[in-house]
């Protein structure tokens, strides 16, 4: 072979490898991007699982890692009913136990090769968010690229890659919640329609080809209206709650067919879309339905399915009207209006004939619209709007998040005047508004924005690249950069510096790796893991309390009952805390929660912890099982219910309470926005010393917060309480103040009240006075207390002790007690007064001779007597043993003839 022949080979192979990498650079480069994002997501691994056990950012992971963990073992079956949340009702897993949690329980059978162990779940589970949340890259770059080109999709996966917020965080390993898996099936779904919405308008599909059987003409239509049909279902199974984005796909067609009628075209192409679709999406979501009627959006209901037939439905009446208004040649402008007037006579419609169905979709337009937020929806931190939504937005975006707006009414404004008129452009817009919209009412839905923003910029840098003609032709970007004017090349400069400078340092803050470095497990979940390890070992197991021999399976498959309403068997009971910590009870506590994160039973809850005497907050335990609207009965309504109980609701009994110190301090507010009075009834103004030798009128806890169950329990141990002995408490103690301030002018006010003394506020409190704004000058603690961290409490009959004291006289029993897991004694006080015969009776619940525990159907309590209960009446004193038995039973115990006491009763702590 010649010289000249090899040179030309040589030449030959050098030109086609560089005309490949030229067609495919996007891979390499969209595929660093992928393996960054991961590597960001699964820095802190190691903080989550360890020792063979696993911790979880949140709570809500929890609840999804008792789904799972019951998917593995009976793939592919997902959890048919709950009965271990929702005391005395159960519930249906609803947005739990969907294709989010069957697609980690798939990965841990594959991954432990069809018998994975503990250990393989763990893993799976933990990294599981971080894998789902780098492939979001894939769609974000295949839409970027449909607006922008490769290299706005390639700029728009870079820029998710920075985003140091919500959408990071929520994606993270240990943050094993559906909220990635929404962000990856929505966009998976957007990304489908788009595709099948350019093929339409491609292929142009018309009613008539239906009519004579033109199927190999609307195949490429077809087929993948049927994808998108499948996509849009997929992401409603990965979370019921997103018929959202069918209601968004509703507006959309409604808005993208009256423009194309007002323009001049066909609106058959879209509305086939839409028709075919949403139908494929209906049939795919009626095998879905487990709860009967138009139940809420977290449940699968008929709700789903019938909203996507309806959107179906509605692009083919759209369609229809279009050819009618054209053979009555009206007015072409004024079709948009006449779909809108019908829009709103439909939902008149609605409102009448499907009442429930209304609600619902009322209900759900809360959630992305920022105004309308319920006291209740506020209480919930990730829904939430922003304080302040600039600051928050660019706290999220950089620059990039403006941009993005920019770009979003460039687009919208091209396809309102008609140029460059693109359906899947148009799907964008309606889209992207909607996420706006949506994250401005609760900032949890960031993760979705974060797409959209990104998608955005992609095509706003396409918009810059093609403007610098770098796109011309059939010339690659690396081409025409060679003939680069300066001021083409400053201005992408200026494009890249605005959308990257306040995402990377020296601008940025902190970087995305610091801030995904900085995971870890929640505080709830490491708080309560003690007391609920406590709960699951010294607690009998469901279904054998009080010596019952029907124990619950904790993964059992409970089927659901037809009224809503599960029977449970004799022995089971509830756990009542404050709905925050309903999935740890069940889950670390394997016992049943009675409120719980669904915020079912919550205003139950909120009555009972607020309720400011002890009888009332026994009826309105003992009525829940009959009535779900406990909280707003009076005291003999309330009896009306109980003396009306069955023989079933009357044996399912709540029979512990737990109370952490969040309850106490920052969360009693929430509380009383679930069933009144409202916070400030719960604060009174007294005298505090402020300095030395100074004081001030300032706010503080009052009476009304004192008389409270909630404080009756968490502060005074139940003391002068009959029903409840407080069984176990965390050695870790938490300390609460009460602090004010005082300004330039010498006026003290209060700040904070009773919150938990931690870094954070210690921190806060330093910014205070050192801030020159606030004119603060110094600072004063009140109020100081310490408890431990959680509290747990068993609700008992109470034994009573009867006697004979002098008329009228005080009768005063106390006995010693101490708390073994904290090494911490204290004093129960019960005191009555004797009647005119000179007898009295006082009910108390703590026992001074145990020997009951778990095997026997009881409770192996942390808390023991010292000894007898020393009883005084006047000047005698005797003392009076309690059997643990007497206590369960409410049995009563005589108290002998006492002695005189000369040292004076006992004084109680």
């Known amino acids: 072979m010649s010289e000249r022949t090899e040179w030309a080979h040589a030449n030959y192979d050098t030109d086609a490898m560089i005309e490949t990498m030229k067609r495919w650079y996007h891979v390499p480069v969209l595929s660093v991007l992928v393996a960054f994002m991961l590597w960001v997501r699964v820095q802190a691994y190691e903080a989550f699982v360890g020792d063979g056990g696993i911790t979880l950012s949140g709570v809500d992971p929890w609840y999804h890692y008792r789904t799972t963990t019951y998917t593995v073992e009976n793939w592919p079956r997902t959890m048919p009913y709950e009965t271990f949340t929702n005391f005395p009702y159960g519930a249906s897993v609803g947005h739990f136990g969907t294709l989010f949690d069957q697609l980690i329980a798939t990965a841990a059978l594959l991954v432990g090769l069809g018998d994975p162990s503990v250990e393989t779940v763990n893993a799976v589970f933990v990294l599981a968010p ?116 069918i209601a968004i796909l509703g507006v959309f067609f409604v808005v993208a067919v009256s423009l194309d009628y007002a323009f001049g075209e066909s609106p058959d192409h879209v509305a086939f879309v839409g028709a075919t679709g949403l139908s494929i999406a209906g049939v795919l979501l009626l095998f879905s339905v487990d709860v009967r009627g138009f139940a809420g959006s977290t449940t699968y209901s008929l709700l789903q399915p019938a909203l996507a037939f309806a959107v179906a439905g509605g692009c083919v009446f759209l369609a229809w009207l279009a050819r009618r208004w054209e053979r009555r040649a009206l007015d072409d402008r004024l079709y948009p209006a006449a779909v809108g007037a019908l829009v709103l006579v439909g939902l008149g419609v609605v409102a009448v004939a499907l009442p429930g169905l209304f609600d619902q979709l009322t209900t759900n337009l809360a959630r992305v ?33 403006f941009t993005a707006m920019a770009a979003l009414a460039y687009m919208a404004a091209a396809q309102l005047l008609g140029r460059d008129r693109r359906a899947d452009h148009l799907l964008i817009v309606v889209w992207s508004a909607f996420l706006v919209s949506s994250s401005l009412a609760q900032v949890r839905f960031n993760y979705y924005l974060a797409v959209a923003v990104a998608v955005l910029n992609a095509y706003l840098v396409g918009r810059a690249v093609g ?85 619950m399976a904790l993964y059992g498959a409970y089927e659901p009952p037809e009224d809503g309403d599960y029977d449970y068997p004799e022995g089971a009971y509830g756990v009542l805390s404050w709905w925050d910590y309903g999935h740890l009870i069940a889950v670390q506590g394997e016992r049943a929660s009675v409120a719980n994160p669904f915020q079912q039973n919550a205003r139950a809850a909120a009555a009972f ?73 719960y604060l009174d103004e007294r005298e505090v010393r402020v300095a030395e030798g100074e004081t001030a009128t300032l706010r503080g806890l009052g009476e009304n917060y004192e008389a409270t169950t909630l404080s009756r329990l968490y502060y005074d141990d139940a003391s002068g309480m009959e029903g409840y002995r407080l069984v176990h408490e965390s050695p870790e103690t938490t300390q609460f103040v009460t602090v004010a301030v005082q300004n330039g002018d010498g006026e003290w006010r209060t700040v904070f009240v009773n919150r938990e003394y931690t870094l954070a506020l210690q921190y806060r409190l330093q910014q205070l006075v050192e801030n020159p704004n606030l004119d603060v000058v110094d600072t004063a603690v009140f109020d100081v207390r310490e408890e431990s961290a959680v509290k747990t409490y068993e609700r008992v009959e109470g034994a009573t002790l009867v006697g004979e004291a002098g008329p009228g006289e005080t009768v005063t029993a106390q006995v010693e007690l101490t708390a073994e897991s904290s090494d911490r004694t204290f004093t129960y006080t019960q005191e009555t007064t004797a009647s005119e015969d000179g007898s009295y009776e006082l009910t108390v619940p703590y026992p001074t001779e145990e020997g009951l525990g778990p095997e026997e159907g009881y409770t192996d309590s942390d808390v023991v007597a ?23 039973a409410g049995e009563t115990v005589e108290v002998e003839g006492g002695t005189p006491d000369e040292d004076g009763p006992a004084d109680g702590e």
């Open 866 to 888: 010292e000894g007898e209960y020393t009883v005084t009446a006047g000047e005698e004193t005797t003392t009076a043993e309690v059997p643990e038995e007497a206590v369960y």
């Open 130 to 245: 971080a894998v789902m949340g780098a492939l979001v890259a894939v769609p974000t770059y295949l839409l970027g690229a449909r607006l922008g080109g490769r290299f706005g999709g390639l700029s728009g996966v870079l820029l998710l890659a920075l985003f140091p917020g919500t959408f990071l965080r929520r994606s993270t390993v240990g943050f094993t919640d559906h909220h990635v898996a929404e962000t990856l099936f929505m966009a998976l779904a957007v990304l489908a329609l788009g595709i099948a919405l350019r093929i339409a308008e491609r292929d142009k599909p018309v009613y008539e080809q239906l009519e004579t059987r033109d199927f190999v003409g609307l195949r490429s239509v077809l087929l993948s209206s049927a994808l998108a049909g499948f996509a849009v279902a997929a992401y409603v199974w990965v979370w019921p709650s997103g018929v959202l984005l």
């Open 369 to 401: 619209v920022p105004i309308g937020a319920t006291d209740t929806t506020l209480t919930i931190a990730e829904a939430q709007p922003p304080e302040n939504a600039t600051a928050h937005m660019f706290s999220e975006y950089g620059l990039a998040f």
């Open 609 to 681: 912890f607020l309720a400011d005497d002890e009888r009332r907050s026994e009826l309105l335990l003992e009525a829940l099982p009959a009535e779900r609207a406990v909280h707003d009965h009076s005291d003999e309504e309330l009896r009306g219910i109980v003396d009306g109980r069955t023989a079933q609701q009357g044996g399912e009994e709540v029979r512990y309470v737990m109370i952490d110190d969040a309850m106490a301090g920052g969360k009693f507010s929430a509380m009383t926005r679930w069933s009144g009075p409202e916070y400030a009834m």
């Open 467 to 551: 403007w610098a003609g770098l796109s011309a032709g059939s010339a690659s970007v690396l081409d025409r950069a060679r003939g680069l004017e300066g001021y083409q090349a400053m201005v992408l400069v200026a494009v890249a510096l605005v959308l990257l400078g306040p995402l990377v340092p020296p601008l940025a803050s902190g970087t995305v790796v610091a801030a995904a470095s900085q995971s870890g497990p929640g505080d709830d979940a490491l708080t309560w893991e003690g007391s609920n390890e406590w709960l699951s070992e010294h607690t009998p197991p469901q279904g054998t309390y009080g010596g019952a021999g029907d124990e």
